[in-house]
């Protein structure tokens, strides 16, 4: 399987700042998954692309989140304004084919601290 | 409504001795199972998965897992288990014709010498 790349690693930043995290390269079917992890809350589906459209982004706040896929080999997740509850391991993932059986390929994360 | 259940928050077993952790779901369809695991720092890596047939698989690192259907339940082992196993397991379920995998808590091994 092709590796998949998130970046930044880490990043730490102050509340308020625009924090814009990225996802490649995306292969295969052009699923993409955004997942957050929290000590708290666990992994958390935030939203799903196929094509580079929305399918579910129902688990995003709407209000802050934004996640898109600029073209077919990279996604975006916006935060902006960032707050300290924004701070987790942020996931990318796509599907493994055949995609009926949901098999997801993780990239390493981003972690984000927001101060 | 799809999940599952992960009841062992952590284990913890002494390296060489033997290793089951628990995954219940509940699903109405067949269900392709999904192990991953969770190294400290790093992403999630597939373990072993089961779409059909033989229903106990194998899978990387000298793991297996077994799914009874009638227990709904696809428990995760490994004979002798070994420090670097320490990590995080989670359980999952591919739902919805593969638009949606749902994940279990996770469930954090930890190994003493």
């Known amino acids: 399987d092709a590796r998949v790349t998130q970046t930044p690693r880490d990043k730490v930043t102050e509340m308020g700042q625009e924090v814009t995290m990225r996802c490649q390269p995306i292969l295969g079917h052009n699923t993409v998954f955004w997942y957050r992890q929290t000590m708290m809350q666990g992994l958390e589906l935030l939203a799903y692309?196929?094509?580079?459209?929305?399918?579910?982004d129902s688990g995003m706040p709407k209000d802050r989140f934004s996640a898109e896929m600029p073209d077919a080999t990279l996604a975006t997740l916006k935060i902006q304004p960032s707050e300290p509850r924004d701070s987790a391991v942020y996931f990318c993932?796509?599907?493994?084919?055949?995609?009926?059986?949901?098999?997801?390929?993780f990239g390493e994360g981003s972690r984000l601290t927001v101060l | 409504a799809q999940s599952v259940t992960q009841p062992d928050i952590h284990i913890t077993v002494s390296e060489g001795a033997s290793l089951e952790l628990r995954c219940n779901y509940s699903y109405g369809a067949t269900p392709y199972l999904f192990w991953y695991v969770q190294s400290p720092g790093q992403g999630l890596q597939l373990l072993l998965k089961y779409f059909s047939g033989d229903t106990l698989v194998q899978g990387i690192k000298g793991f297996e897992a077994e799914f009874k259907r009638s227990q709904s339940s696809f428990n995760l082992r490994k004979p002798s288990v070994h420090w670097s196993d320490a990590a995080e397991y989670f359980c999952a379920v591919g739902a919805s014709g593969g638009f949606k995998t749902i994940f279990g808590a996770g469930t954090r091994l930890f190994v003493k010498a």
């Open positions: 993932a796509r599907k493994v084919p055949p995609v009926r059986t949901g098999e997801l390929f």
């Open positions: 692309f196929r094509n580079r459209a929305p399918l579910d």
